[in-house]
């Protein structure tokens, strides 16, 4: 079964400073790799998410996340970050098939004035 | 469209009370999924159904969880009798089948048993 794993829990960060959430997952012959957000009392909101080609993904709010199939990663990147982004950042994937997203535990996001 | 609808936002209710969540998913998708989210255990998959179809079950608590599907439009998940220990945000996700597409996620429902 696929697991991901991600490794900080918490990660403050001074504003317009740069930003990585790391996530890693159980290898697989291919998967499917997601970023959701979750501001304080919503539910979660799709970010990012990769599917196949190019590795480098862009999404919403200035955020991108890199596939690296070798290191089983897909980090989470974002050059100068707002207020705004404090958040709760989950990365989630998925086999080739129609199951469940797994998801990690969470990244809290802390952005400091 | 509305996304994904859930009923009641908030609710308080006394332990060994039933409680009942409501979930409308999004028009087309025919992939639904119920979540609860503790700061303890984070965000865990309950019971997922395909076309109104249980597929599996296996993340339900114990035997007072039940979730039901009557149709494309409706479903609710009913704790009875409820406990403390039950109280969380409780989310529904709808999606339409295939492995690519994203789970969209309704504003959760947030139950405190006193």
């Known amino acids: 079964a696929q697991s991901v794993t991600q490794l900080d829990s918490q990660v403050p960060v001074f504003e317009e400073a740069p930003v990585e959430l790391r996530c890693n997952y159980s290898?697989?012959?291919?998967?499917?790799l997601f970023w959701y957000v979750q501001y304080p009392n919503q539910g979660l909101q799709l970010l990012l998410k990769?599917?196949?080609?190019?590795?480098l993904v862009k999404g919403i709010n200035g955020f991108e996340a890199e596939f690296n199939k070798s290191q089983t990663s897909f980090h989470l990147r974002k050059p100068s970050v707002h207020i705004s982004d404090t958040a709760e950042y989950f990365c989630?994937?998925?086999?080739?098939?129609?199951?469940?997203?797994?998801f990690g535990k969470g990244t809290r996001l802390s952005v400091i004035a | 469209d509305a996304g994904v609808i859930q009923s009641p936002r908030h609710e308080v209710t006394e332990m060994g009370q039933e409680v009942t969540l409501r979930c409308k998913p999004i028009?087309?998708?025919?992939?639904l999924f119920w979540y609860r989210q503790t700061m303890m255990r984070g965000l865990e998959l309950l019971i997922y159904?395909?076309?109104?179809?249980?597929?599996?079950d296996s993340g339900m608590p114990e035997d007072r969880f039940s979730a039901k599907m009557p149709n494309a439009s409706f479903s609710t998940l009913k704790i009875q009798p409820s406990e403390p220990r039950d109280s969380a945000v409780y989310f529904c996700?709808?999606?339409?089948?295939?492995?690519?597409?994203?789970?969209?996620f309704g504003p959760g429902t947030r139950l405190t048993v006193t």
């Open positions: 290898s697989s012959v291919s998967v499917y």
């Open positions: 996700a709808s999606k339409v089948t295939g492995a690519s597409y994203e789970q969209y």
């Open positions: 990769y599917l196949s080609g190019s590795t």
């Open positions: 028009s087309g998708h025919n992939s």
């Open positions: 159904f395909n076309n109104n179809v249980p597929i599996d």
């Open positions: 989630a994937v998925r086999d080739s098939g129609n199951t469940p997203l797994v």
